[in-house]
């Protein structure tokens, strides 16, 4: 008997081990396995819509990337109906303001861009002035191993962001109608009279080989932001302590970021106005038509916004 059972673990171990070499079975192996490289996101990441993108995660897509994109927004419904539905119209006009991303049923993630990600106006379709350095800090933030930073407006890919999916009325490739998306996304929404802001934060990790890159959302509601100078200080601080928020939460996970992308939308919501400020990131495939060349959608990586622009055939100002 226990000669039979020896001879079944043999052939066991013998089987297992042929399954391995012959490539029928993976081996294990210690510590973390490779990134993507950015062609492999890019060219993994185009979804099965011709004209619309996608939710990440949902069935279809071309393998395992996906994208990022910026929006910050905030928008205004009259105080006449009930704080549920004010709240409602409030956060919809925010998402179809500006950069479009209405009709979708957004999923609250957590704020990462990973290692199987890309960033749409920053690695993919780059933002021009990006692109050619031509982007000058706002002002420089020390990480916690004492070495000084750039932080940058968010400005350029506020902009790559609706030149992807468009607006309301000029739509170009939006999130599919009724899309499951995940979003790093928050709101905050408030009665007039008052000022409502949305604030976001995107920092690249030293090493996307070994770390994401992070989002950091922040909205709010104040009384006091009545004038310019209010307001200035305001913001002021506001990057501050967001940049500071931003090399903690680096400090907490040992992860280098070298550079900052940094900006917000303030509203001043009036008496009769209900008013809602939102920061949201999607997660999603792209839309096939808005690929270039379909055999190698990784082109992207080599194309600045302006390039993606003109060969989709936008007219640009």
């Not at 009325?169 to 408030?190: E, M, N, W, Y």
């Not at 934060?201 to 932001?225: P, T």
């Not at 200035?232 to 992308?261: H, P, T, W």
Request: hydrophobic share 45%.
């Amino acid at each position: 008997m226990n000669k039979c059972k020896a001879r079944r673990s043999l052939l066991l171990m013998l089987t297992v081990f042929l399954a391995i070499a012959f490539g029928l079975m993976p081996a294990a192996v210690a510590g973390p396995q490779p990134a993507l490289s950015l062609e492999q996101v890019v060219n993994g990441a185009v979804g099965p819509f011709a004209g619309y993108c996608d939710g990440y995660g949902n069935p279809g897509a071309s393998g395992l990337g996906y994208i990022s994109l910026l929006k910050l927004e905030a928008g205004l419904s009259p105080a006449d109906m009930d704080p549920v539905l004010e709240g409602i119209v409030s956060y919809d006009r925010a998402e179809t303001k500006g950069t479009y991303i209405g009709q979708i049923n957004m999923i609250t993630a957590s704020s990462f861009n990973g290692i199987n990600g890309a960033v749409w106006g920053y690695h993919l379709a780059k933002e021009d002035s990006i692109a050619n350095g031509s982007l000058k800090p706002l002002f420089t933030a020390k990480r916690p191993d004492g070495k000084m930073i750039p932080v940058y407006s968010m400005e350029p890919l506020l902009k790559a962001g609706q030149a992807l999916f468009g607006t309301a009325q000029a739509r170009r490739f939006p999130l599919l109608p009724g899309a499951h998306v995940i979003c790093a996304v928050k709101s905050d929404t408030v009665k007039g009279p008052s000022t409502v802001w949305c604030a976001a934060a995107l920092a690249i990790a030293q090493d996307r080989n070994q770390a994401a890159n992070l989002f950091i959302e922040d909205v709010g509601h104040s009384n006091d932001l009545n004038d310019a100078k209010a307001i200035q200080a305001f913001v002021e601080s506001l990057r501050q302590k967001i940049v500071k928020s931003i090399m903690r939460c680096g400090r907490d996970s040992g992860v280098n970021y070298k550079e900052v992308f940094i900006g917000h939308r303030i509203l001043q919501v009036p008496a009769g106005q209900v008013g809602c400020a939102l920061t949201a990131a999607p997660y999603l495939v792209l839309a096939k038509k808005a690929v270039p060349d379909p055999k190698n959608p990784a082109k992207l990586l080599n194309m600045t916004l302006s390039q993606w622009e003109k060969s989709m055939g936008f007219q640009t100002k």
